[in-house]
């Protein structure tokens, strides 16, 4: 029991919580109809709850990141099958074995980009990625390199799955919505990073690329690692001469092959909109 919950007027939900261990046992007591509703899984469950759940998956992490007293992340997507180098002549395909140099480059970005956040008392440019493996454990991996914290955004899947090591502990948090994890990896970013990836990291992407072409979101560096990648997988000149998105559109993101080139490439944003 806190400090605070000694003084309160009146008993807070845990103090009641406790007094559950203590009532007769009934046939009233035992029926689920007595437990408190908050306290109770099966009614928590109910599709009638969604809302109450969508909102809570919300509230959990966003306060318990202000209560470290985050301001500002670093987004970084990518592939979950992004091999580690020295896996890479197991991968399934010869491309994902290419691939694996940009683990590399990722746990460096991180690193780096980890150093500075570390100057902020790890307030400021906190790495955040999607808590799996591939880039998402090389970005974990090169924040604890720098002696820092870093997010992991982990989300319930149909097989087995687990958040990778490197995340901080207390930053390792699970989702069963989507949605409500697409908006904590946005809240609070100042600059998206993504590298080589499948449907999710391409999901990922473009749609923190419409919420900055619709003005939803405001321009901020994003920066595709790979150029040879993402012009072999997307066409982004046919969808401008095309007119479904305008030649300007073309300007909201960067590439970069390098850590460095990706952190020269946010240095140099204009700080009015950064």
Known sequence: ?????????????????RRWDHVPDTAQTRHPAYRL????????LRDELRPVRLQLELLKPDMLMNERGIASTIVMFGGARIPR??????????????LARFYDVAREFAR?????????????????????????????RGAKDAGGASIGLNIVLPHEQAPNGYITPDLCFNFHYFA???????????????????????????????????????????????RDFWTRVINWEALAEAGTISAEDLALFHYAETAEEAIALIDGFPPETC
């Open 1 to 17: 029991m806190t400090e605070h919950s000694k003084s309160r007027t009146f008993p807070d939900a845990e103090q009641d919580m």
């Open 37 to 44: 509703a908050f306290g109770d899984p099966d009614f928590m």
């Open 85 to 98: 180098p020295e896996d890479a002549g197991a991968a399934r395909t010869k491309t994902l074995g290419d």
């Open 112 to 140: 780096l980009m980890t150093l500075r956040s570390v100057q902020s008392y790890g307030r400021e440019d906190v790495i955040v990625t999607g808590g799996g493996p591939g880039v998402m454990e090389a970005g974990n």
């Open 180 to 226: 409500i994890r697409k908006m904590h990896f946005l809240m609070r970013a100042r600059a998206i990073t993504v590298f080589p990836g499948g449907f999710g990291t391409l999901d990922e992407m473009f749609e923190a690329l419409t919420l900055i072409q619709t003005k939803r979101m405001r321009k901020m560096p994003f920066i595709l690692f790979g």
